[in-house]
């Protein structure tokens, strides 16, 4: 499976942008898709997932992000909103039922 992700950029606090993933190399419908970030100086953390149970997120970007996805297009989008200074990361897409598959990542900043 290869990933490629896009979307980042700056934004100051409040804003909103959307990242996207496009997927190839295997069937997308049955892909467990979803978004880690890696803030400055942190490790790396689980954003969001999109599967056949639904969508999942980290508490702290509950209600401000959206992860969906399009069969058609085979992409997944994480629509963010209300963006926070401490949402600066890069975002890695990911793929696979245990994680195997990332992206490279895209640099969210946030400012204030």
């Known amino acids: 499976v290869q990933l490629q992700a896009s979307g980042g950029g700056l934004v100051q606090a409040g804003g909103s942008l959307r990242l996207s993933c496009t997927a190839s190399?295997?069937?997308?419908?049955?892909?467990?898709m979803a978004w880690f970030r890696q803030r400055p100086g942190k490790e790396r953390e689980f954003v969001a997932r999109?599967?056949?149970?639904?969508?999942f997120y980290r508490d702290s970007v509950q209600g401000r992000f959206t992860i969906s996805g399009d069969n058609a297009r085979r992409t997944v989008y994480l629509q963010m909103t209300s963006l926070k200074v401490e949402d600066t990361a890069v975002y890695y897409c990911?793929?696979?039922?245990?994680?195997?598959?990332w992206g490279q990542g895209t640099q969210v900043t946030v400012s204030s």
């Open positions: 990911n793929a696979g039922v245990q994680y195997e598959y």
């Open positions: 999109i599967n056949v149970r639904g969508t």
């Open positions: 190399g295997r069937t997308f419908s049955t892909l467990d």
